[in-house]
């Protein structure tokens, strides 16, 4: 049986992405796999976790832009800390990443969209930093979006979990600012976390998804 996998915001943490897709046995051949941006800053291993994201893409899987990945595209390599080849490099990749993908029932994106303006009317900014006007917005279309970039703590719910929207679920679970990385299997409505500060456990929850439409509650 082939699953579909969606994680945002590991901000460095690659090391713990892999031991995610490790522990759930992904497997790139069958599988799908949605990473939802934000690879870099942060956290301990920006370059490390991009070139992992990139061996994972080459393998399949879907990386969307974040912003911190567009502030990359923005910055000089001496100030980043890299030789200019390798930072061109990693510019190139960045460049070419999607601002949202489609599959099935679902919509992923980084940060949103703005209500009632067509995908492709919208700016990267919107896609990539939109927060209130999201987040507060009834459904509007008929996929779930999947998305990022605002942690669940600051949506008003633990930081371990995920945060259920109107017709929305994010699933920024707060590895940048300390708390988890969660691998989300949207198949079987599995949410995988696993602590930045404590990673010798994996925790195991059931998403509250309802119907074969799989929009949350």
């Given at each position: 049986?082939?699953?579909?996998?969606?994680?945002?915001?590991?901000?460095?943490?690659?090391?713990?992405?892999e031991?995610?897709?490790?522990?759930?046995?992904?497997?790139?051949?069958?599988?799908?796999?949605?990473?939802?941006?934000?690879?870099?800053?942060?956290?301990?291993?920006?370059?490390?976790?991009?070139?992992?994201?990139?061996?994972l893409?080459?393998?399949?899987?879907v990386?969307?832009?974040?912003n911190?990945?567009?502030?990359?595209?923005?910055?000089?390599?001496?100030?980043?800390?890299?030789?200019?080849?390798?930072w061109?490099?990693?510019?190139?990749?960045?460049?070419?990443?999607?601002?949202?993908?489609?599959?099935?029932?679902?919509?992923?994106?980084?940060?949103?969209i703005?209500?009632?303006?067509?995908?492709?009317?919208?700016?990267?900014?919107?896609?990539?930093?939109?927060r209130?006007?999201f987040?507060?917005?009834?459904?509007?279309?008929?996929?779930?979006?999947?998305?990022?970039?605002?942690?669940t703590?600051?949506?008003?719910?633990?930081?371990?979990?995920?945060?259920?929207?109107?017709?929305?679920?994010?699933?920024?679970?707060?590895a940048?600012?300390?708390?988890?990385?969660?691998?989300?299997?949207?198949?079987?409505?599995?949410?995988?976390?696993?602590?930045?500060?404590?990673?010798?456990?994996?925790?195991?929850?059931?998403?509250?998804?309802?119907?074969?439409?799989?929009?949350?509650k």
């Amino acid at each position: 049986m082939s699953h579909v996998y969606a994680i945002s915001d590991i901000h460095g943490y690659g090391s713990l992405l892999e031991t995610l897709l490790q522990h759930v046995h992904y497997q790139p051949e069958v599988d799908r796999l949605f990473l939802l941006g934000d690879y870099v800053n942060k956290g301990p291993d920006s370059a490390g976790t991009l070139d992992y994201v990139k061996e994972l893409c080459d393998s399949g899987a879907v990386a969307l832009q974040g912003n911190n990945e567009r502030k990359w595209l923005h910055q000089l390599p001496t100030h980043a800390g890299f030789a200019a080849s390798q930072w061109l490099q990693y510019q190139q990749f960045i460049a070419a990443m999607p601002l949202w993908a489609e599959y099935k029932e679902y919509l992923f994106v980084h940060a949103g969209i703005r209500p009632d303006i067509p995908l492709h009317a919208q700016s990267p900014e919107e896609l990539t930093e939109i927060r209130e006007p999201f987040h507060q917005s009834p459904r509007y279309m008929d996929k779930t979006i999947v998305f990022g970039h605002t942690s669940t703590f600051r949506l008003g719910v633990p930081p371990d979990q995920l945060w259920y929207g109107d017709g929305k679920l994010g699933i920024d679970t707060g590895a940048g600012h300390g708390y988890y990385l969660s691998l989300v299997n949207l198949t079987s409505g599995i949410q995988w976390s696993i602590s930045v500060t404590r990673p010798e456990n994996i925790t195991c929850r059931k998403l509250k998804i309802t119907g074969a439409s799989g929009l949350p509650k």
